[in-house]
Nanobody
Framework: VQLQASGGGLVQPGNSLRLSCAASGFTFSNYAVGWFRQAPGKEREGVACISSSDGSTYYDGSVKGRFTISRDNAANTVYLQMNSLKPGDTAVYYC???????????????WGQGTQVTVSS
């Protein structure tokens, strides 16, 4: 089982990034996928998640309207489009997979290694 997060980098405030999470080793389409982030000195927090069944989505209030989560089951990949980035979005971003889904990290069974996003001028 593997989740590979990629697409992070250094961007200026107001710019965009798209993160990808490529999955292998399990039946991806059966799993909800979430994105979480952890900033230095802070606890990990849920950012967005997408269900396995009907593609319904959830966003944390801090990113709603700026971030969009989507999935391509044929490619075993989930994306996080991040627009209008702010310095407060700086963190390591992790993707994770869960049979049950939701915003709690404790519901997630498989985790990727994380990708660094830095928003700074």
């Amino acid at each position: 089982v593997q989740l590979q997060a990629s697409g992070g980098g250094l961007v200026q405030p107001g710019n965009s990034l798209r993160l990808s999470c490529a999955a292998s080793g399990f039946t991806f389409s059966n799993y909800a996928v979430g994105w979480f982030r952890q900033a230095p000195g802070k606890e990990r927090e849920g950012v967005a998640c997408i269900s396995s069944s009907d593609g319904s989505t959830y966003y944390d209030g801090s990113v709603k309207g700026r971030f969009t989560i989507s999935r391509d089951n044929a490619a075993n990949t989930v994306y996080l489009q991040m627009n209008s980035l702010k310095p407060g979005d700086t963190a390591v971003y992790y993707c994770a997979a869960s049979l049950s889904g939701g915003s709690s990290e404790y519901a997630y069974d498989y985790w990727g290694q994380g990708t660094q996003v830095t928003v700074s001028s």
